[in-house]
């Protein structure tokens, strides 16, 4: 019937705040897919700094030994904290300016 799917028996309510959600980390280049990392942790910048260290630093190597890449991240405060700048410094890490 016209009308019909506006009626509120047949309007379905949305799901807020108790669907769950999960957080990953990863990275891809034009050439080849990079690692998918579960996020379980609360994600700051010690964290942000580990998976850098542990995940993003060998992927980057790998992607720069053929092509030449940028790190693109979202600039939150874990991304662009001290600590975090300084690992990206330290490595010669190229980073695409992105404003949050």
Same mark, same amino acid.
């Given at each position: !019937?016209?009308?019909? &799917? +506006?009626?509120?028996?047949?309007?379905?309510?949305? #799901?807020?705040?108790?669907?769950?959600?999960? !957080? #990953? /980390?990863?990275?891809?280049? /034009?050439?080849?897919?990079?690692? %998918?990392?579960?996020?379980?942790?609360?994600?700051?910048?010690?964290? @942000?700094?580990?998976?850098?260290? *542990?995940?993003? +630093?060998? !992927? +980057?190597?790998? $992607?720069?030994? $053929?092509? *030449?890449?940028?790190? +693109?991240? =979202?600039?939150?405060?874990?991304? #662009? @904290?001290? *600590?975090? !700048? =300084? %690992?990206? =410094?330290?490595?010669? #890490?190229? &980073?695409?300016?992105?404003? @949050?």
């Amino acid at each position: !019937m016209p009308g019909e &799917r +506006l009626l509120p028996e047949c309007i379905v309510p949305p #799901v807020k705040f108790g669907g769950g959600g999960i !957080m #990953v /980390w990863g990275g891809f280049s /034009w050439y080849e897919l990079g690692f %998918l990392i579960s996020i379980h942790d609360k994600f700051n910048a010690n964290f @942000a700094s580990n998976i850098i260290d *542990s995940n993003a +630093l060998p !992927m +980057l190597l790998q $992607f720069y030994e $053929f092509h *030449s890449c940028y790190f +693109l991240e =979202d600039n939150t405060t874990c991304h #662009v @904290a001290k *600590s975090t !700048m =300084d %690992l990206y =410094d330290d490595n010669g #890490v190229s &980073r695409l300016d992105w404003p @949050a």
